[in-house]
């Protein structure tokens, strides 16, 4: 077995000393932040009694797994893996640190022998802490804690070690549950990890009162930064995930013990990175003061989440809470200790784009691509914005060139990859003057087409939403002689992308949009189909240049005029029929922008109301009564949509 690390290790622009041990690299720092609450912690003075020999071993570990994460962090992979692998098998934290980078892996290549390897590691994790964990005292006691779970009194009696294990226990668990279900689509794994998705939540929960309690007590001497990260992630997340949750879900989950507070979930995750006294500071870095941050095992994965919600989720689904600005700085800093992380140019990339910086954003993503070498996946997920990139701007040929290695590569979605195939070509073939070079463009286009349908699967039993959409629209363009009205912006919507469209090139597609409209034939049997999608398109394209100050009067006369077309037009259209329920939630965010709450909450009912009754009924032709393409996506937006609006209220009271 190979010797562990010794050494020091960081990322940081300033040298480390070499004569400095890994373990004093990583101690918890005292002062600003031992005084949080709750999960500041106070480290024990220097004269107090040596730790228990079993805690020292275990936070010596989980130094050398701070080192493999900083490498993994740092695009440096192989290296992660080689101070992990040796040592997994006996200890639980290096087992912990490669079942991480096992499932990230399996998540991205979504192959089942990548899913069984990850979900072997961690039911192996999850052994050796059940080992380690508090030991029942007989037969009756092993009965009752299973019935009423692990309570804060039996939390108190646990020795540091055996808290650790508590914790990666409902981590480990955690992770094996959400993969579980990919893997196993039967409706009994479902419920079985159900069942163990909220016996770590309950875990998570326990932990945190009593990080709470030695806070009140003052008993934190046995309190140390990698356990208060590790809580606050999970407990973070789990109040983030259920806070975004439609209400009809929610209701559910609280009957059976879940709860949500997304103020409480974002304050947990700034306090592990010391940010939460940084968010009210001056956004000038040379007014800022810079705070010892602490160096807990999961701080970094607490930032990127903070990251993911303000920058990446933010503009998907409108959320409450936002502050893009916080969290660039919270970006900055992972980039000045991580250069070559690929999560963290990716994340770097996103903020360009929404921006509409697209040439930042595209620099961002190549300089993402290149320092990832270890990991085709990391690469694909870049592959993917340039894509999204280059349909924006029209280099059609590009995208044509990206979709077509990622449905070689990626086992994502070979339906969508191959829509996206065939939509950047179907555009390349229209804007072709060249007959021959048409009529060779159309013909591949067609056979991408007729295989998108095919091309589908399904993920815990259940086909994907988006898939579905793609297919929709690959049989429609088949059935109306090989022609779509503007499926670049039709699916650069259904990806939320419209929003990173600059100035000038929607502009443009507001003359394209005019001049489709012109061109549409009245006889065609898909008449209204295309008029209420182009005007659907118009009315957000426009309220994006309002955002913009581009002509705001004319540009609101424009919107609703172009909704009042979809909502008069609505009941004959024959194919498309979510575009009226997305044209009422299109019309409830211009309404905010204009600071008419209660009518965009109006609106917002209209769909809620619809999906909690399960009848439709808008549009014609035999599916006009069935669910929607998107619904479930458009539900989601709607409930945050209803967060957003509330918080906006109470701001403005």
Known sequence: MEPKLNKSFSFSSKKSSTNLSLKSSHTAPTGFFSKLSPFGTSRSAPSTPPLEASYQALLDDISHVQV????????????????????????????????????????????????????????????LAGKQRRKDGGWFDSITS?????????????????????????????????????????????????????????????LEKYIDYAKKTGKTDDLDDHFTSGVALGVGCFHLILSML???????????????????????????????ELHDQEEDDSKVTVVPAPNGLRRRMCDMILIMYHIVLSKIVPLSNVDIPFAERILNDGLK????????????????????????????????????????????????????IYLIQHRWEKAYELYTILGEESNWSKAVYTYLKAVSLYML??????????????????????????????????????????ARKARKFLSQDNYLLLPDLEILNAFSALDFIPLDILTKNITRIDTAVNELSPDSKYYYDDLC????????????????????????????????????????????????????YEKALMLILLHDYDEAESN????????DRGHYGMGAGPHAKNKYS??????????????????AKEKQH
């Open 68 to 127: 493999a994460l900083d490498h993994f962090l740092n695009s440096d992979i192989n290296e992660a893996e080689l101070i992990l692998k040796p040592h997994y098998d006996d200890s639980m934290y290096y087992s912990l640190g490669y079942s991480f980078i096992l499932y990230l892996k399996c998540v991205m290549t979504f192959q089942h022998d990548d899913i069984h390897t990850a979900l072997g590691v961690l039911k192996h994790t999850i052994e």
């Open 533 to 584: 999608l182009s005007e659907f398109l118009r009315a957000i394209i426009s309220r994006m240049l309002y955002e913009l100050n581009y002509n705001q009067k004319q540009m609101e006369v424009i919107h609703e005029q172009s909704l009042q077309v979809v909502f008069d037009h609505a009941d004959r259209i024959q194919l498309d029929h979510y575009i009226y329920y997305f044209s009422r």
């Open 246 to 276: 439609p209400a009809s879900v929610v209701k559910v989950a609280e009957f059976i013990g879940f709860s949500s507070d997304r103020r409480h979930g974002l304050h947990l995750l700034e306090v592990v990175g010391g940010w939460d």
């Open 630 to 647: 998107l619904a479930s996506a458009l539900v989601f937006k709607s409930h945050n949509c209803l967060t957003q609006i509330k918080a």
């Open 604 to 611: 917002i009912q209209v769909i809620l109301k619809a999906n």
């Open 429 to 470: 073939a229209n804007e072709t003057k060249d007959e021959a070079s048409k009529a060779e463009y159309m013909s591949k286009v067609v056979g991408y087409m007729e295989n998108v349908t095919g091309e589908k699967q399904k993920i815990a039993g259940k086909s994907i939403p988006m898939e579905k959409f793609v």
């Open 337 to 388: 200790h991580f250069p070559r992380g690929v999560f963290f140019l990716y994340f770097h990339g996103r903020l360009m784009i929404s921006k509409r910086l697209l040439a930042e954003a595209e620099q961002q993503y190549q300089n993402a691509i290149d320092t990832q070498k270890d990991w085709k996946q990391l690469q694909h997920m870049c592959f993917w914005e340039l894509g999204i």
């Open 146 to 206: 299973w019935v009423k779970g692990t309570t804060l009194e039996d939390v108190k009696q646990m020795t540091p070690v055996e808290r650790h294990a508590e914790l990666v226990y409902a981590e480990t668990y955690l992770l094996k549950a959400l993969l579980g279900i990919l893997y196993d689509e039967s409706v009994m794994s479902f419920l079985r990890e159900s069942l163990n998705i909220r016996s770590s939540y309950n875990t998570y929960m326990v």
